[in-house]
């Protein structure tokens, strides 16, 4: 597992050797008016789009060092070609096989150091929204419950932004675990109404099981507190 590492963390710190103003996150090529301009699919694109595919596959079947590996290699290639957008999406794919494999500090990096700037600099809202909350659950799993707090409510705020109501439950529900990590769970209660509301004044019912699940939980430690 050591050397899988090494092996991700020298595939992101090449993209930090081409930068000029940057140690993680190269320069960029912009067109007129700051867009960049993709005309056609390229080698490294299509590279790109391989190594995304089999890793998806990998991860599938549990072969989360190699997944790693391939996560890394499809972002290296997006970046290349210049295809900002699905280097960010391959991005969130290797914080995510991080998190799977316990390695949190890593995982936190991945975003904090290179997602998030992938996404600011090319004005990619979604992005950085998905970038909070991924980072709200990373920091969730490694007890850092104060960041994971302030991660899942910026996430939330760009959601409302966005009009993203499906994004913004989402937040909710990560800050009521949060809570319900705290022990805090009459607040957490209060908050699975105020999500229930949200969604049903908006209908969004895909989270109708859920809600009745946290509710059943939260009940449960309520009374075992008394």
């Avoid at 963390?9 to 007129?32: D, E, K, R």
């Avoid at 993203?164 to 937040?171: C, G, K, W």
């Avoid at 105020?194 to 109708?208: D, G, H, I, M, P």
Wanted: with cysteine.
């Amino acid at each position: 597992m050591y050397k899988v590492c090494l092996t991700v963390c020298s595939v992101l710190f090449c993209f930090g050797a081409m930068a000029q103003t940057n140690n993680f996150i190269p320069s960029v090529p912009m067109g007129a008016g700051g867009a960049i301009n993709i005309a056609v699919s390229t080698p490294d694109e299509a590279d790109g789009d391989a190594y995304f595919a089999e890793a998806e596959k990998t991860q599938k079947r549990g072969e989360l060092n190699q997944a790693l590996t391939l996560f890394g290699k499809a972002a290296f290639e997006y970046n290349s070609a210049g295809q900002y957008t699905s280097y960010g999406t391959a991005l969130l794919k290797l914080s995510n096989v991080h998190l799977l494999l316990s390695h949190y500090n890593e995982a936190a990096q991945v975003i904090l150091n290179v997602a998030l700037k992938n996404y600011s600099r090319i004005g990619h809202r979604g992005g950085q929204m998905d970038s909070y909350y991924q980072l709200g659950k990373v920091y969730y799993a490694s007890n850092k419950l104060t960041e994971s707090l302030w991660f899942y409510t910026q996430q939330g705020i760009i959601a409302r932004q966005l009009r993203n109501n499906p994004a913004y439950i989402d937040s909710m529900m990560g800050i009521i675990q949060v809570k319900i990590k705290k022990k805090e769970y009459n607040l957490a209660l209060k908050d699975v109404s105020k999500a229930e509301l949200f969604a049903r004044t908006n209908k969004v019912s895909q989270y109708n099981t859920q809600f009745k699940n946290t509710r059943s939980l939260l009940k449960e430690k309520v009374n075992a507190k008394k």
